[in-house]
């Protein structure tokens, strides 16, 4: 809907498990590279309420080769979401670039939805993708400056 | 690195025209569709110059069918910049959902390189894919508001 966010839905627990749930959902928002591979249990990463929805969001993070990766990219056009719910798809920079503004911390700056801006601040440490001081660093700053985005 | 722009890059004026660098530029940053047609002069839209840089953006805009567009998407993971500069591509929501911020509202809410966030919301007031009074609401509103961003 305009902000970013990861791929999800709604599993109904009684009958099918969360993965079941969450791969089939892949396909719908990824398209068919996404049967390469199926995220398991031990993948599970953590989980967020939200206060108002009473929604609990599970947070799975798979590790994938390049060539996984580049397939998914390269199917995603053609996943049955493409251009309604989904409206592309994007890598998570995983750097700062010298100015300290560039890559992660401006990426962060983006719209998230729900609280996908935590989770995935959240997995980038637990994973140690992302030094633990930095993350502390952009919780902090995440209310927004007004020099960096109120361009008018 | 992280921010939402547009294709571009710097030209010799001497030695090329404006368009003529843009569509290169186009091939690098979004594959090899981007050869099945050539952005024009007709096609100029606007021009921004920054107060910093002293960086004059020329901006232009291209129709494209929709067989076009998804033949750029299906290419794009295969661009030169990809995975480099470029971290994907995304369309711009051209609706406002029910809720008021779902759609183009949450999508400029997002992080710009440059004037790009000015420059896209002229385009499309000028081109009319937005009703003129929606344009100056956005612009109204383009400081961040705390209640719908940091959440921490």
Redesign the interface.
Known sequence: ????GFPGGFVNSQKRTLEDGLNRELLTKLGEAASAFSVERTEYRNSHAEDTTHVVAHFYAKRLTLEQL?AV??GA??AKD??LEV???????LYT?RDGV???????????IG?A??VLLEALRDLELVEPGSVLNF?RH???Q?S?????
């Open positions: 809907d305009g902000r970013l580049e990219e390269a056009p053609k493409h251009g409206l592309g798809l994007v890598r998570v920079p670039l560039g890559g992660l911390p401006a990426f962060l700056e983006n719209s998230f609280a801006r935590e919780k995440s209310f927004r007004p960096l985005n109120s361009r008018t």
